[in-house]
C-alpha cells in the first residue's frame, strides 16, 4: 500500500527541500519482514537476565560506548578511558579541553535518552529541538552546571533545555505528518528511520549530528527496541551501514527527489535489524561468561551492597565518607561501612585507591 498526501512545501533546506507535499512510501514485503525481524531479536534481548552487577558493568559500558559515538559524529573522536574520566568529574588535559566540553555535552544527550526511553516517550519537536540546541550550545549552560549533576541527574540538564530551545518550523511540520501517518506515528524503527533522513536533509553543522543521533536512539528506545539500553547503533558493522543513506545506491537523495521514501525504510529497518542481531549475540556471549563466574559475583547483593555500590557508581569515585553521606537514614556506623566496602573490594566489583587516610574506592573495570 502507497501513502501519500497533500500538504505545505517546507522552506528550502542545504540539501534541497524536504517534499513533505509529495511524500509518500510503499509497505514493502522486505519492510515487513526486517520490522518483524527486529522485534523479534529485542524480544529475544528483552527476555535476557543478568546479574545484578553484571547489568551494572554493561549499562555503564554501553553509556561510555553512546558517548563515545556521538562524540565521533560530531567530529571529535575520543577514547573510551577520556569518557570515563570525564563522566566521574576528572579534568582533560587543556589540549583536550574541546573534547572535554563535547563529551560533557553528549553525557547529557545520553543520560536523557535513558531517561525519555525508560518512560516510553517517543521523541517530541520540543525534545528534538533541544538535543540538537544542545548539541551545539550545549558549553554555555550545560558545562556550567556539569559538576553538580551526576549518573542519571545530568538528563535533567536536556529537560530544563527544552524550554530555551527554539524549535523549527520545519521540525514541526515534520512531525505533524508522522503523526497522520498510522504506522509510522506506531512503528518505532520506521519511525527512526524517517527522523534521521529527515533531519540529516536539513542544514545543520557538525556537531549538531550528535543531537540527531540522540534522536534515532531515543526512539528505538521508547519503542521497545533496545529493552535495556544497551544497543548502541554505531558499535556493529550493521548499525553503521544503516546510518549510511547516501552510500551506494544512495537512498536519501532518491527520497529527497522523489519524495518516495520506500528505499529509506527498506535500507534502515533492514541494517538495524541485522545490527540487533549482532548486539544479541554479544550479549549472550556474555551471558555465558557470567555462567562461569563464581556464584557470588551472580548473587543478587543486599540491600546495603547495592546502596554502596550505587553510591560509588554515581560519584564515581568516592570515599568513605562520601558513600556514607549518600546512604539513606538510618546510616550504619563508618566502621560497619569500611567493612562492607573491604567485602566488596574483595569480590572483585569495587578498586579501592590511596592510602589508609586517603583512601578512595571506584567501581572495577572488570568484574
Known amino acids: 500500500m502507497t501513502k501519500r498526501r497533500n500538504d505545505e512545501r517546507l522552506p528550502d533546506c542545504s540539501s534541497g527541500e524536504l517534499p513533505l507535499d509529495r511524500l509518500g512510501y510503499t509497505l514493502t514485503p522486505a519492510i515487513a519482514r526486517s520490522m518483524a525481524a527486529a522485534h523479534g531479536y529485542a524480544g529475544a534481548i528483552s527476555a535476557m537476565r543478568f546479574s545484578y552487577y553484571g547489568l551494572q558493568r554493561l549499562e555503564a559500558g554501553a553509556a561510555r560506548a553512546r558517548i563515545a559515538s556521538l562524540c565521533a559524529s560530531a567530529g571529535h573522536p575520543v577514547q573510551l578511558d577520556e569518557v570515563a574520566h570525564v563522566v566521574v568529574g576528572d579534568i582533560l588535559p587543556p589540549r583536550r579541553r574541546v573534547a572535554q566540553d563535547i563529551v560533557r555535552r553528549a553525557s547529557i544527550l545520553v543520560d536523557a535518552v535513558g531517561q525519555y526511553g525508560e518512560r516510553r516517550e517517543v521523541s517530541t519537536p520540543e525534545t528534538c529541538a533541544a538535543y ?7 558549553g554555555e549552560a550545560g558545562t556550567t552546571a556539569w559538576s553538580k549533576f551526576a549518573g542519571r541527574e545530568r538528563g535533567q540538564l536536556l529537560e530544563l533545555h527544552r524550554g530555551s530551545a527554539k524549535t523549527d518550523p520545519r521540525m514541526e511540520k515534520l512531525y505533524s505528518w508522522l503523526a497522520e ?10 519511525r527512526a528511520a524517517v527522523l534521521y533522513w529527515a533531519l540529516s536533509e536539513l542544514p545543520m553543522g557538525g556537531i549538531e549530528r550528535m543531537g540527531i543521533d540522540a534522536v534515532v536512539a531515543h526512539e528505538l528506545r521508547a519503542g521497545g527496541l533496545d529493552p535495556h539500553g544497551l544497543f548502541v547503533i554505531k558499535e556493529y558493522e ?12 544512495n537512498v536519501a537523495t532518491k527520497a529527497q527527489v522523489s519524495g518516495d521514501i520506500t528505499g529509506v525504510l527498506e535500507h534502515f529497518a533492514s541494517y538495524v535489524g541485522l545490527a540487533l542481531a549482532e548486539c544479541g549475540a554479544r550479549l549472550r556471549r556474555h551471558q555465558d561468561t ?3 563466574l563464581p556464584w557470588m559475583m551472580l548473587r543478587p547483593p543486599d540491600e546495603m551492597d ?5 553510591a560509588v557508581e554515581k560519584h564515581g569515585s568516592a570515599t568513605s565518607p562520601t558513600v556514607l553521606a549518600a546512604l539513606p537514614e538510618p546510616r550504619p556506623p563508618l566502621r560497619t561501612l569500611q567493612r562492607r566496602l573491604q567485602k566488596l573490594v574483595h569480590d572483585g566489583l569495587l578498586v579501592k585507591h590511596g592510602g589508609r587516610k586517603d583512601a578512595f574506592y571506584r567501581v572495577a573495570e572488570r568484574m
Do not use: M, N, V, W
Open 132 to 138: 540538537l540546541d544542545l548539541a551545539a550550545h550545549g
Open 181 to 190: 501517518e498510522d504506522l509510522l506515528s506506531r512503528e518505532p524503527l520506521l
Open 238 to 249: 550493521h548499525g553503521r551501514e544503516a546510518l549510511a543513506l547516501r552510500r551506494g545506491i
Open 290 to 292: 557470567e555462567d562461569r
Open 306 to 310: 547495592r546502596l554502596i555500590f550505587e
